[in-house]
């Protein structure tokens, strides 16, 4: 008899361990978790790094200015340039110009924006870098971009004008450390 109750303490144990287990969404990271998409580690990194969307240009602008409408309409065409359902991450600097180009895919995503400091483009690789795997939007400026992408490990030199927007550079950062880029259009 004591053979017969064994199988049966061996399905209760099983059944309490999955008990206790949440769904994946319940359980997602934080961005900077080390965790990628998929729940894995050190998977492949997708980075869309763009430039803010075209601003408010005027006598009276606000110092900090906003999208005009063109730049708007072109923020809302991101989260279909980029995989928005895929994003772990969104980060932009902390200017209504580049939080308003992100603000699209994050919603999309339902994921708030993470400001980073316009001039640490090392420490904003070593954050990205630290995720693990999936996918992260940065949005920066026609000066900054360049860092971006080199403190990324791309190899390629970029520049970007004053006027320039709508350039999408999509870096693939392998879990070796090598980064591929493409350059792509968006918005147009």
Same mark, same amino acid.
């Given at each position: 008899m004591p053979n017969a109750i064994l199988p049966f303490w061996v399905a209760c144990l099983a059944l309490a361990a999955g008990c206790g287990?949440?769904?994946?969404?319940?359980?997602? #990271?934080?961005?900077? !978790?080390?965790v990628?998409?998929? &729940?894995?580690?050190?998977?492949?990194i997708t980075v869309y790094v763009v430039r803010h969307a075209e601003k408010l240009v005027a006598a009276d602008a606000p110092k900090d200015p906003p999208l005009s409408e063109r730049g708007v309409r072109r923020a809302a065409a991101l989260p279909t340039a /980029?995989?928005? &359902?895929?994003?772990?991450? =969104?980060?932009?600097?902390p200017f209504a110009r580049t939080r308003g180009t992100a603000? #699209?895919?994050?919603?999309?995503?339902?994921?708030?924006?993470t400001e980073y400091a316009p001039d640490d483009a090392p420490g904003l690789a070593a954050k990205i870098r630290a995720l693990g795997g999936g996918g992260v939007l940065v949005v920066g400026h026609s000066?900054? /971009?360049?860092?971006?992408?080199? !403190?990324? &490990? /791309?190899?390629?030199? =970029?520049?970007?004008?004053?006027?320039?927007?709508g350039d999408l550079f999509v870096v693939t950062l392998a879990p070796s450390g090598a980064a591929a880029m493409e350059r792509k259009r968006f918005g147009d």
């Amino acid at each position: 008899m004591p053979n017969a109750i064994l199988p049966f303490w061996v399905a209760c144990l099983a059944l309490a361990a999955g008990c206790g287990a949440a769904p994946k969404s319940a359980t997602a #990271p934080e961005p900077h !978790a080390g965790v990628g998409a998929d &729940g894995g580690e050190g998977g492949p990194i997708t980075v869309y790094v763009v430039r803010h969307a075209e601003k408010l240009v005027a006598a009276d602008a606000p110092k900090d200015p906003p999208l005009s409408e063109r730049g708007v309409r072109r923020a809302a065409a991101l989260p279909t340039a /980029v995989d928005a &359902g895929a994003l772990v991450a =969104v980060y932009a600097t902390p200017f209504a110009r580049t939080r308003g180009t992100a603000a #699209p895919c994050a919603e999309a995503a339902g994921l708030p924006i993470t400001e980073y400091a316009p001039d640490d483009a090392p420490g904003l690789a070593a954050k990205i870098r630290a995720l693990g795997g999936g996918g992260v939007l940065v949005v920066g400026h026609s000066n900054t /971009v360049p860092e971006i992408l080199t !403190a990324l &490990g /791309v190899a390629e030199p =970029v520049a970007l004008g004053d006027g320039d927007y709508g350039d999408l550079f999509v870096v693939t950062l392998a879990p070796s450390g090598a980064a591929a880029m493409e350059r792509k259009r968006f918005g147009d």
